[in-house]
């Protein structure tokens, strides 16, 4: 099954094309993501007008890109997904238009795809990851602790009571002069930084509820950042160092606890999986690494340029939906609120 997936909910205009032969993996025969970087990086985040204008004017190369790298016709495809939601409506509207026009055109079923599920599946894209695993899936937008039950089920364990995690990394960035967006950044400026120097909070740390609070922590580094003033390289570096290793105790601590949450609901998960963008940070990754380890599950990482927005996720949870008989019609309305 050949599936074309869009994406364009957030700062980056992508599309791809995903083959589906079982339960997975699949194989991802062109991924084109246009990043909108520049576009934003003078107002330190996402303004959704130029988001939406800018989808407009790269859409069209960027599905014709996708089409060419894959040696893929229209007429060949199987169907064509795309995000319609949640995220900033402007850019919603852009990619479900166009993938509802491509849809009429190759007279293919079309797949309205929730942008949290696609980051969800992308395990299985990339694995081929047996239902159920449990899910920590950590973007600009969202932090959720996840049991993923099968394609279409799934049960919150946990989320956050304030910011989520790549915000929190982004509203450091932003606060210590670094550029948007703030996570890659961050851990960057870590690298070179004493992350015992500045003792930052680990809010949540060994309550039963899988939840997160990140705001607490977020101000207390502005707090150290003032009291530090003027800052010196080295004093960033060592904020940075500080907050990320705050953040990595905190989550690997809330997976330990939604682990725990899992297994007496749901019995062994396959799997611990982690998505989204801020799934790129290593020192996340590490800690996640020697949790599962512990824990005795494999824990299942995306690919760096799987982690942030990408049309082979909207693909690849299209083809998983098409798979099960499930198509939308061509009157599927944005759903800028859609949670998983
Ligand atoms: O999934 P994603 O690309 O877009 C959303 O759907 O939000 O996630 C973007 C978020 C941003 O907040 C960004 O700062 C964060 O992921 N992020 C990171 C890293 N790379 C991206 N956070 C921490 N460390 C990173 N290396
Ligand atoms: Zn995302």
């Known amino acids: 099954m050949l599936v074309l997936g869009l994406e364009t909910t957030c700062d980056e205009t992508a599309a791809a094309i995903v083959r589906r032969t079982g339960e997975g993996p699949g194989e991802i025969l062109s991924n084109v993501v246009r990043a909108q970087v520049e576009e934003h990086a003078a107002f330190g985040g996402v ?71 696609a980051h969800a599946l992308t395990a299985r894209l990339t694995d081929g990851v047996p239902f159920p695993y449990l899910l920590l899936l950590a973007s600009g937008g969202h932090t959720q602790l996840v049991a993923a039950l099968g394609v279409g089920r799934y049960v919150r364990l946990g989320t956050t009571v304030d910011d989520a995690l790549g915000e929190a990394f982004d509203k450091v960035a932003k606060m210590l002069g670094l550029g948007y967006p703030g996570g890659p950044q961050v851990e960057r400026r870590a690298e070179t930084g004493d992350p015992v120097r500045f003792a930052f909070p680990r809010p949540m740390f060994g309550r039963e509820q899988p939840d997160f609070s990140l705001s607490g922590l977020k101000t207390a580094v502005r707090l150290a950042a003032e009291k530090a003033a003027p800052l010196s390289e080295q004093d960033v570096d060592d904020l940075c160092a500080g907050f990320q290793a705050a953040v990595t105790d905190v989550v690997a601590n809330r997976v330990r606890a939604a682990a725990r949450l899992f297994i007496q609901r749901f019995g062994q998960p396959s799997a611990l999986v982690v998505a989204g963008g801020v799934a790129a940070n290593g020192s996340i990754r590490l800690a996640l690494t020697r949790l599962a380890g512990e824990l005795g599950l494999r824990l299942i990482a995306p690919p760096l340029n799987l982690c942030g927005d990408n049309g082979a996720m909207i693909a690849w949870a299209g083809a998983e939906r098409l798979a099960l008989g499930l198509e939308d019609g061509l009157d599927f309305a944005p759903r800028p609120r859609w949670p998983l």
């Open 47 to 117: 303004v959704p007008e130029i988001a939406a204008r800018a989808h407009v004017e790269a859409l069209d190369g960027v599905v014709e890109a996708a089409l060419e790298q894959a040696g893929v016709e229209l007429a060949e495809l199987d169907g064509v997904a795309a995000a319609a939601g949640p995220g900033l409506v402007g850019g919603v509207i852009v990619g479900l238009t166009a993938a509802k026009a491509l849809a009429l055109v190759a007279q293919r079923p079309f797949v309205a795809v929730n942008h949290l599920e």
